[in-house]
């Protein structure tokens, strides 16, 4: 017999990131697919980062995969509400092609707002991470009128979407662990608001499609319990002559470079 989880993991497309280091079973429609912004957010990740890292909301890999095809010493978890999303995570993880990261990878199926005893009874520990990044819900419902329920909850946010991920990560991150995460700029005031007074050392690099065009997305990343101020790093521009991605947006989008430069 098979549920709603099998029934959605059977149609889906494979598809390759970084120069087919690594391949992401993605749904074929109906739920989120990732690209650009999953291999942005991966980047912020310094590639000397070693340890361990979760990737929450983690959709069916490809950002956390992203993570541990570029930095060797990275061991992943992924976690995932959806059972849908879920499945497609673990389709990933076992597929012939990503055996060589398979081992540092592992796939959690967990509501990001569970707390306390809950959380720890999924299986995510208090202060057990290095690291955190997210791909939250950032869109407001006006801007994603999808009639897909799996698809809607990965993209549209509630007013409290920052506060509840972030308390989450707080608890998972050790002290002056790494969080970071890519949102767009008009969620900045939220965002910085749920940052405060659990991370500190903010870092944006604000990304704009092209040098002339105002921004379309923010990468942020900050480290729990640091007291530094605000930092705004240079834009990253995705396109540049002939409507081509810049050298440096190619080498982001495929594992070869880290987005703030470490």
């Known amino acids: 017999m098979t549920g709603p989880a099998d029934e ?33 957010l991966a980047a912020a990740v310094p590639t000397g980062f070693a340890g361990r890292l979760v990737d929450l909301g983690a959709g069916a890999g490809a950002a956390g995969m992203a993570v541990a095809s570029r930095c060797a010493g990275a061991r992943v978890d992924l976690v995932e509400n959806a059972p849908q999303m879920a499945a497609f995570a673990r389709l990933t993880c076992a597929h012939e092609r990503n055996a060589h990261l398979a081992p540092r990878v592992s796939v959690i199926e967990a509501d990001v707002a569970l707390a306390g005893r809950q959380r720890a009874a999924a299986g ?9 990044i997210m791909n939250p819900p950032f869109n407001a419902a006006v801007d994603r009128a999808t009639p897909s329920a799996l698809k809607r909850s990965a993209h549209v ?31 900045l005031p939220a965002l910085l608001s749920a940052l405060e007074g659990r991370f500190g050392g903010a870092q944006i690099v604000p990304v704009h499609p092209r040098s002339e065009e105002a921004a379309i997305r923010i990468v942020v990343r900050a480290r729990r319990g640091a007291r530094a101020g605000l930092t705004l790093f240079p834009p990253l521009v995705l396109h540049g002559e002939e409507d081509r991605f810049s050298p440096r947006a190619d080498a982001i989008n495929n594992g070869r470079a880290s987005l703030f430069g470490d």
């Open 8 to 40: 959605t993991a059977a149609a889906f497309t494979l598809d390759a990131f970084h120069r087919g280091d690594f391949w992401v079973a993605q749904p074929a429609k109906g739920g989120h697919r990732s690209g650009m912004d999953a291999m942005m």
């Open 124 to 132: 995510l520990a208090d202060n057990a991470y290095e690291a955190a």
């Open 157 to 187: 946010m509630t007013d409290t979407t920052f506060e509840s991920w972030l308390r989450t990560a707080a608890a998972l991150v050790r002290p002056r662990g790494m969080v970071a995460l890519i949102a767009r700029p008009a969620s």
